[in-house]
Nanobody, 126 residues
């Protein structure tokens, strides 16, 4: 059974940092990403990374503050979040596209992600 399990969320103050982790049951997932959903809003793309790690993509709202990385030997993907803002408050979801495709492929499109974790809450107070 495919599983994605997030961890690392919490309550922090504006300007603080957090590191989210996602442990996957598969090492061969190609594009993996992070999405987030704030109350009353649509789930939105945050960051994504190819299997090779060479290609990444970020939402404009997090560029320069968030960094996505992965360790395929541990079947894990990470999201380092610095300079957090109250508007970053949301449930953060880890997602994976699947095992088929190029190792360099990365996508921001939500519909291409077939597997999702349960989410981890990040709350940033002002």
């Amino acid at each position: 059974q495919v599983r994605l399990v997030e961890s690392g969320g919490g309550l922090v103050q504006a300007g603080d940092s957090l590191r989210l982790s996602c442990a996957a049951s598969e090492r061969t997932f190609k594009s993996m990403g992070w999405f987030r959903q704030a109350p009353g809003k649509e789930r939105e793309f945050v960051a994504a990374i190819s299997w090779s790690g060479d290609n990444t993509d970020y939402a404009d709202s997090v560029k320069g503050r968030f960094t996505i990385s992965r360790d395929n030997s541990k079947s894990s993907v990470y999201l380092q979040m610095n300079s957090l803002k109250p508007e970053d408050t949301a449930v953060y979801y880890c997602a994976a596209t699947g095992s088929v495709g190029s190792v360099w492929y990365v996508t921001t499109r939500r519909y291409e992600y077939n597997y999702w974790g349960q989410g981890t809450q990040v709350t940033v107070s002002s």
